[in-house]
């Protein structure tokens, strides 16, 4: 099965949490952060209500904050990243600096995932509750199964007598693998298992490893069939694309049809490296709803729907619907072409933000002598001139008050000229050339 | 607190299910008050730590807050990406039946399955627009938000921390685009040839847009409405701003929809 090279990879790098003692089959990759993550890692915890700052997360308590002082700026995501997902392959492009510091997150923020949070995810997938009982059973040495969630686990009947202990839970956890035709010697499956912290949606995608400030998030967002960059990684949020769902609805057909199609077999028929039987499973699940709910609904639909009016053949009232779906259409056109603009006018902005304040290093560093403040003004006085509706100055704490200012409002003049000819993106580039 | 009154709009308005799923904003916003308050009693240089642990729990706050918007987003897209196969698929099996080729000649029946193609694909426009606007509004928040941060702490997080933003899954909207663009020129195949100006005002006389589809009507007006307060101006213009929106023409079917909301029925 393809998931057993990348297994092996994992449990290589693998090494038991110092503090949850009943884990010793718990592997915590440490993944060190060795890329400087452009994504932020998979949804773990997303639904766990931030607003009330990180209460009953599963990670370090505050007092740990302190040591990631010297991250803070810098990598926002990644000192936090307890939530980051596990890569067991390092793609190694990050400074060490960073590498020493995650490490030094990891040994001090060793205090073991609080259980509480967990009792959230327990109601998703079939998979989930599993693992929950793992932890809870690791962590607080009972094993209290929420008796809901075991009456969703229809493919896991067994688990009310299972569910006693680290070992016999460990043990027949591996039997039940086997029934669901996940057959993989006991350990490794477990681990992988186990290392999957409940998510929030069916998905499994999220994949906390709790005190592993993963690095490589390559694998957390996107795996396209033809990307092999993130191959071995588990429990990722696969990011679908309509291609891969094109082949993965030909498999389901080969293997005929959506009811009769099995994970596994759609897994080893698509042949897309990355790709986890978890995801297939999800994504099998969302496929049946969306096929065969339409088909149900249509019987209710009749009575209330006012395309019901539609079969009574009055012709006045069909024109009419008709006309209010066209119109319903050109309002989410409307919205839909703002919103394109408005996207492209952010990122632009961002850009020349970004291109501003390089070339600002890059003339401080060559003319060390000349006074920092005097070159904002003549940065921006040059962009500006060249009647860009976005650019401004990055905000940067050398640049004056007056500076700024003069900035603020030649951005005014420029962007009450541009309006008018805001949609038209191509003329607006600033190229501020050296 | 013009954008938080703007986006509590939006989420009231929003769909079932997508309430808690934007940004917090409120709460990020009391936090970056109470670190300014904090650290503006200290020197800077003596709160040093006091500082950096304030400013990686924000971080903090605002990594789960995306991971939040990732997770939610990339599901949408999911299930709309198998949606949009499946109207396709309908699309295909309608022409198929009822077309030149197609066995049966019952055309009502044709006229019921079309009339319920048509109500499918709109709403999954809509639908697919309003994740698009969901992103959109997510990152406008978080601009904010920290354009807060660094003028109320001193900092500079903003800029590396927006860059970071916009490689996120949430904000690289580009498929769900593309689906959209798929899905115009689809309906274009499934509708009949506009008609002509006199049943339009028939229609904005007696919406007679279906359930589903109103409060995704509603939701996309509402949308647009903020789009275009948020851009009007605000006191901080200029460093990092959007010009104003400007809507076409049709904005006058907008204002409509919007003095008579009892009108849908």
Redesign the interface.
Known sequence: MEARPALSVQREGAHPLSNCGAHSSLPVLRASLEEK??????????????????VG?LFSS?SE??T???????L??E???A?APFIPQATNTEASVRLAASSQYVNENSEPWCIDPLSEYLDYSLDTPVKNTQLDCSNTGDCHIPPEDLSKQSDWPEWANLIMNDDDALSNWNEIMVDTGIVDAAEPKMQYQEQNQP???P?H??QQLQQIPSASLETS??VPASSTASGSSSKQ??????EL??AF?EAVNKLGGSERATPKGVLKLMKVEGLTIYHVKS?LQ??RT??YK?EAS?GS?KK????G???S?DLK????????????????????E???I??N???R??EQ??CL?MMFEKQCKSMPGIDASAQPTDAVQSSSNKND??V????H?EAGDTT?KT???K??EH?RE???S??SPPSKRAKVDE | MKFGKRLKQQIQETLPGWGDKFLSYKELKKLVKLISSSCASRMMMNGSLEYGKAEAEFVYLLNNEIDKFNAFFMEQEEDFIIRHKELQQRIGRVIDTWGPNGSQPSEKDCKEELGKIRKDIVDFHGEMVLLINYSNINYTGLAKILKKYDKRTGGLLRSPYIQKVLQQPFFTTDLISKLVKECESTIDTVFPPPCDVISRQLVLGSQKIGAAGEGIFRNTVAALLTMQEIRKGSSTYGRFSLPPLSLPDQSDVIQSQLNSPIAIP
Do not use: C
Not at chain 1, 68 to 74: A, E
Not at chain 1, 317 to 336: C, D, N
């Open positions: 993550y452009p994504k932020f890692p998979g949804p773990v915890l997303s639904s766990l209500p931030s607003n009330s700052g990180a997360h505050s904050f302190s990631n002082l010297h991250f803070s700026s810098v926002p995501h000192e936090h990243s939530s998510s929030n949606f998905a995608q999220g967002g996107i949020r696969m990011r679908w694309t309509p769902h094109e609805v994504h969302k496929y969306a096929r339409p249509e639909e209330e729907s006012s395309i009016d539609l079969s053949l009232t069909g024109i009419e619907i008709t006309e209010a779906l066209r119109l319903q259409m050109e309002v989410q056109k409307q919205l839909h703002q919103l394109e408005q996207r006018l952010q990122l902005i961002e933000g970004r304040q509706p976005g401004s100055l990055v905000d704490h700024q900035v603020g409002e951005q005014k962007e541009d309006t008018s805001s949609n």
